[in-house]
């Protein structure tokens, strides 16, 4: 029995610094997302986003009406809009059981039927963990103050 009880302890004593890590490993796996959403922007990769983006994705940013999954994929595969410059920064990354709320100033140029758009903004997205995949339910921008 003394045993037993030694070889429990050790066992949660393992097992503890995996726990305490797992918040790290979910805002480095979050951070990564962020990176697949920038580039998959400047790559035109419509693709990857129809991966990372939810079914029932919202998006809500200045100057365009609001856009559910099927709209945003359908205007990132028609090549109407193209992105020369898609950047965040101060990304400040928050984990809550299996939802994440991420913040940031996002900074890009885009061509819209070959006009040039460069945009300021401030942004929140909001992940959701299903069978251990992370996906963006909801994207939000506004301006960010000069």
Known sequence: ???FAACLLASMLVQ???AAAAPADGATELARLETVWNDAHTHADANALDRLWADDLLVVVPRMPVMRKVDAVGMMRSGRMTFRRY???DLNIRIYGDAAVVTGRLRRSRLINDRPVDDNWQ??????????QWRVVSFHASESPQ
């Open 87 to 89: 950047e965040t920064s």
């Open 16 to 18: 503890e610094p995996n």
């Open 123 to 132: 942004f929140t997205k909001v992940y959701i963990r299903n069978s251990g």
């Open 1 to 3: 029995m003394v045993l």
